[in-house]
């Protein structure tokens, strides 16, 4: 089992900088799969970002060269660095952790309970 709990959420004028943290309570994380998803009002769930084991990563591509996902298998945390956002980015953000590297929420086992990311124009 694995337990996840986000962190750093917050409101932010547009143009503005939020890190987000995942804290995982498990006996190790280094082998799961760890990625952000955000689902905004109205909206479906949707990939943000994914990080292997190894650190290789992927992006959307709406927050591609803005965003910059980070993991530390040691302190057993993952990070989402926001920056230039935008209203659109407005959305609560889930951390989740599975075996398969996939976009596809479906793939992944362990969700956090979501953080609220508000960007004002």
């Known amino acids: 089992q694995v337990q996840l709990v986000e962190s750093g959420g917050g409101l932010v004028q547009a143009g503005g900088s939020l890190r987000l943290s995942c804290a995982a309570s498990t006996r190790t994380v280094s082998p799961y799969i760890m990625a952000w998803f955000r689902q905004a009002p109205g909206r479906e769930r949707e990939f943000v970002a994914v990080v292997s084991w190894s650190g290789s990563t992927s992006y959307a591509d709406s927050v591609k060269g803005r965003f910059d996902i980070s993991r530390d298998n040691v302190k057993k945390l993952m990070y989402l660095q926001m920056n230039s956002l935008r209203p659109e980015d407005t959305a609560i953000y889930y951390c989740?952790?599975?075996?398969?590297?996939?976009?596809?929420?479906?793939?992944?086992?362990?969700w956090g309970q979501g953080t609220q990311v508000t960007v004002s124009s």
């Open positions: 989740a952790a599975g075996s398969t590297r996939s976009a596809d929420s479906r793939a992944y086992d362990y």
